[in-house]
């Protein structure tokens, strides 16, 4: 496999090599799983086995129309059909959303999912990205969000909550003032793909809310949550209006058997399910404590089913990745194609403990040696090609209109954004005040194993849980480890920034011709706004959408 990884990785573009292509690669057998967010719980192996004994009959016959098998979710969910339309997967889902309901512009927050920033440009609109800051953990301030909104005049608004691929959380009170403030747009979107996984609010979704709203879309997913990627089945929420406009353009047929399958099991299975979120929970915690223990990686705090970590000094991130396949078989998300991210990140799926044990010795012999201690600097000798630079600068490019342009062309040609080089005006002035250095020591939690309950009678639900603290790392470094947020269920506004202060991002770092996230912070031509509360507050409506704030 090793001659071919490079090549595996770079045909891929914004997205890694699919497990069958890997598995065919290998020996027969997949490597094992860090990359793709999936439920590695659910469904149960007797759930797998009842599927495999009805696998003719599935593949054999045409599944019941959609709108069958989108009654049967809405009957579990408790949610009325004509505010749902079911898709084969949220991509067909987010293209038909950008077809039918983006005329101009969109905004999203960046680093994200890559369709939100793909699709749209694919058919012609403007995307205007909203740079999330690497030194204040890509904490989301919706203030500042609005504000850039408002300044840009974008028609489409779209937050990811958790976010992919940090896991930020925003609480449902503040997408709900969110979505008022911002009801004068063509649409809001809240995906809420990874929501099933959070445990910082007891109820912290709002579909609810989009259904009495007129420009609000709910994404949701059940790939992720039911660990069932390869069948493609999600569903959106919204008005009858919307959602009924984005079921018509469906086809009859757009689901297939097993989705239909899967839907009339859940049913049946709902105790199992609630169980595999609580042990993803606690694995989530399990996973960030151990890894925190590695000198240098910083662990930030997630709400979804995966966790963001940044990569020691000196380390390069398509080397990790790459090594990490090759030398022990496991296949990790490297972030340097996300754009507003950078080859120093990774985003590693929440796996059971004795995978993570695997996963922690292997970044152990990658990025020390034998023994921890100083990162093995790994940029003399890594790959050749770019982590997405072509598809950044032509992004940023066409997107932000007052951008730099010929920022990614000037580091393919080797200039880096050292200490010797200094960092654009724009990125300065939005770069923040750097963390304090130290952390404290914090032990993994002890969580007793789930006891089976009643269905919930809106299913799915999660159970409530106490947000998890990001863990510390106790074993000494070289240098000082990078600062730890808290959860994010208790950060603040950030803080204004300096005029002038260097980003946050140390020299090197950057993967061959890509950009880091204070780089892609410079190319949006705007200052951030003080983080003071909401724009105008007094014109905008009120939490209820009735009248003004006052």
Known sequence: MADNVTSLFRSTA????????LTREGDGSGPVDFCIPCNPYFPTPAMFDEMAARLRDIITY???????????????????????AMGNGSTELITWIDHLLVRESLAIPVPTFGRWTDQP??????????????????????AQYADFIRKRGTRVAVICNPNNPDGGFLHKQQLVQFMDAMADLDLVVIDE??????????????????????????????????????????????????AGKVRSMLPKWNLNSFAEHVVFMLKEHGTEYQQSLQQVRRDRLDMAGQLATLPGLTVYPSQGNFLFVRLPVGAEGTVVRDRMLTEHRILVRECGNKVGSSSRFLRLVVRPQVDVRRLVTGLEQVLYGTRRGAAVPE???????????????????????????????????????????????????????????????????????????????????????????????????????????PAAAQMPSPAPAPAAMAGPT?????????????????????????????????????????????
């Open 193 to 242: 793909s990874f929501l099933e996984f959070a445990d910082a609010e007891v109820e912290p979704s709002v579909v609810q809310e989009a259904m009495l709203r007129p420009n609000v879309v709910v994404l949701r997913s059940l790939g992720k949550n039911f660990g069932l990627h390869g069948i493609r089945f999600g569903y959106l929420v919204a008005n009858p209006s919307l």
């Open 14 to 21: 914004a997205h890694s090599p699919s497990m069958a292509a």
């Open 506 to 550: 140390p020299p090197g770092v950057p993967a061959r011709g890509g950009l880091t996230a204070a780089q892609v912070r410079g190319t949006n031509g705007l200052s951030p706004a003080p983080a003071t509360g909401w724009p105008q507050a007094q014109s905008w409506p009120n939490a209820a959408g009735m009248g003004q704030t006052g």
């Open 379 to 485: 940029l003399a000798t890594g790959t050749g090609y770019s982590s997405g630079t072509a598809a950044v600068d032509r992004l940023v490019g066409a997107t932000n209109g007052a951008g730099m342009p010929g920022l990614a062309a000037q580091a393919m040609a080797g200039q880096s954004m050292g200490a010797g080089t200094p960092m654009p005006v724009a990125a300065q002035a939005a770069a923040p005040q750097q963390m304090p250095q130290q952390i404290p020591q914090q032990a993994p939690q002890q969580i007793p194993a789930p006891v089976p309950q009643p269905v919930p009678a809106q299913f799915p639900q999660q159970a409530p849980q106490q947000f998890p603290q990001p863990m510390a790392a106790p074993v000494p470094a070289p240098a000082p480890y990078p600062a730890q947020l």
């Open 121 to 142: 440009m694919e058919t012609g609109k403007r995307v205007d990205m909203f740079p999330l800051q690497e030194s204040n953990g890509f904490v989301l301030d919706l």
């Open 62 to 84: 045409y599944p019941s129309s959609a709108d069958t098998i989108t009654g049967e979710l809405c009957n579990l969910l408790q949610l009325p059909p004509q505010c749902v």
